[in-house]
């Protein structure tokens, strides 16, 4: 297995990272419990979740199932660079959802529980949230970080603009800022060469 530098931060990772949206509604815990295991044999160190992953089983099923591996062996989580997301609806309540300090830290909250861990590695807001703004963001994340219940910010399913416009936000109060983007990205669909592949370049972003 081959590792690289997250963006231009110093944490190392494998280059394949493991995805995990089918665990639970279309992977069985206990087959989900082997592609882990062999993931990691494999020398994957990178496993990527979100809060809302479940399916038809509940949200949150997902992290449930992470958690469970790791409480089988506490040494697993040291090994595992561990990434979820954040924004999605989590229930019918109109605040459990999008980008709001509130939601932020309720959210990071629940995915710890769920999880089993007192930090995520990698905390990715799932979408942009149009509402909220980025100065709120920030402060909901620069929040965690000082808590210790999350080491690096990312983004998933970012425009190019928006990645810009939180990157430069970052930089004008000197922090680290984003990290990685997670995009929908393959020779079929390669619309994220126009403004995303540019923009995480120009701000030192893994993708």
């Given at each position: ?13 494998s280059e394949i990272c493991l995805g ?64 979820t997301k954040v924004h999605e609806p ?17 959210a990071c909250d629940a995915s710890l ?95």
């Amino acid at each position: 297995m081959r590792y690289r530098q997250l963006g231009r931060s110093g944490l190392k990772v494998s280059e394949i990272c493991l995805g995990t949206m089918n665990f639970g509604p279309r992977t069985s815990e206990k087959d989900s419990f082997e592609i882990l295991n062999e993931s990691i044999n494999c020398g994957i160190n990178f496993v990527d979740t979100a809060n809302q992953y479940g399916g038809h089983l509940g949200v949150g099923t997902t992290e449930i199932i992470l958690g469970k591996w790791f409480a089988e062996d506490r040494m697993r989580r040291d090994k595992v660079i561990l990434a979820t997301k954040v924004h999605e609806p989590m229930s019918d309540d109109i605040n459990d959802r999008g980008l709001s300090a509130r939601h932020i830290q309720m959210a990071c909250d629940a995915s710890l529980k769920r999880l089993g861990t007192d930090h995520i590695d990698l905390y990715q807001m799932h979408h942009i949230d149009r509402k909220t703004p980025i100065e709120e963001i920030w402060q909901a994340m620069d929040r965690l970080i000082s808590q210790g219940k999350i080491t690096y910010v990312g983004t998933s399913n970012f425009p190019g603009w928006k990645i810009a416009q939180a990157s430069e936000k970052a930089i004008a109060q000197g922090r680290l800022g984003l990290v990685s983007e997670q995009t929908l990205y393959n020779l079929m669909e390669r619309r994220a060469e126009l403004e995303v592949l540019p923009a995480c370049r120009e701000y030192g972003l893994g993708l």
